[in-house]
């Protein structure tokens, strides 16, 4: 049953994922063809960037982040997992301070930097979605070829489903705008989490 579980609690996780990941680069779409309409769509594009498109940025980066942990996948064994990781984090940084607010401040004129990033944004997605579909190049040089996923408990996958819901819920209800605090809390605890787990499982040197 506990195996069932974890089966159904991973591929939650990855439904998640993709899902979370679909929507982001949609609503990249959604935003730059609100931006190519003039002013009278910049209202509607803050509105898309502040209630949807943030919020699927940042449960996109934590669910990726969590399969990753949670599976033989891990955070540096595979170049294509790596180069991931850094084009997410790169996407948000930039997208949380430097294009949200020149699009909050943007009231008429050109919105050309707007527009290109919204599309640079939604292609990197799509090439990112390739990364996850081919998986291409070979293992790091930091992989350790003795190197064994970690033994979690199933419930993890569960949690990992529910936590970018409760952020949007929660968040959203109290302020009016969701907010990744709890997936930024979870996600930076459990890679010290899983390392202790690992260090746990790893074979002692016998002793004489």
């Known amino acids: 049953m506990a195996r069932r579980s974890g089966q159904w609690g991973r591929q939650s996780l990855v439904w998640l994922h993709a899902v979370t990941s679909i929507g982001w680069m949609s609503f990249a779409l959604a935003l730059c063809v609100l931006l190519l309409s003039g002013p009278g769509g910049y209202d509607s594009a803050r509105v898309l960037d502040k209630q949807l498109l943030a919020h699927l940025g940042t449960s996109a980066a934590f669910t990726g982040l969590m399969l990753s942990g949670l599976t033989a996948w891990g955070y540096l064994r595979h170049w294509w997992v790596l180069v991931k990781f850094v084009l997410t984090l790169t996407q948000l940084v930039v997208g949380a301070f430097v294009l949200s607010p020149r699009l909050d401040a943007l009231v008429g004129g050109d919105a050309g930097v707007q527009i290109a990033s919204s599309a640079l944004m939604a292609a990197t997605i799509a090439f990112q979605a390739w990364?996850?579909?081919?998986?291409?190049?070979?293992?790091?040089?930091?992989?350790?070829?003795?190197?064994?996923?970690?033994?979690?408990?199933?419930?993890?996958?569960?949690?990992?489903?529910?936590?970018?819901?409760?952020?949007?819920?929660?968040?959203?209800?109290?302020?009016?705008?969701?907010?990744?605090?709890?997936s930024l809390l979870i996600a930076l605890a459990f890679p010290c989490y899983r390392r202790s787990r690992l260090r746990a499982a790893a074979p002692r040197p016998a002793t004489t």
Do not use: E, Q
């Open 131 to 182: 990364l996850s579909v081919a998986k291409p190049w070979r293992h790091t040089p930091w992989t350790d070829p003795r190197w064994r996923a970690p033994a979690l408990p199933a419930w993890l996958y569960w949690a990992a489903v529910a936590v970018p819901v409760l952020d949007f819920v929660v968040w959203k209800a109290l302020f009016g705008s969701p907010a990744p605090l709890l």
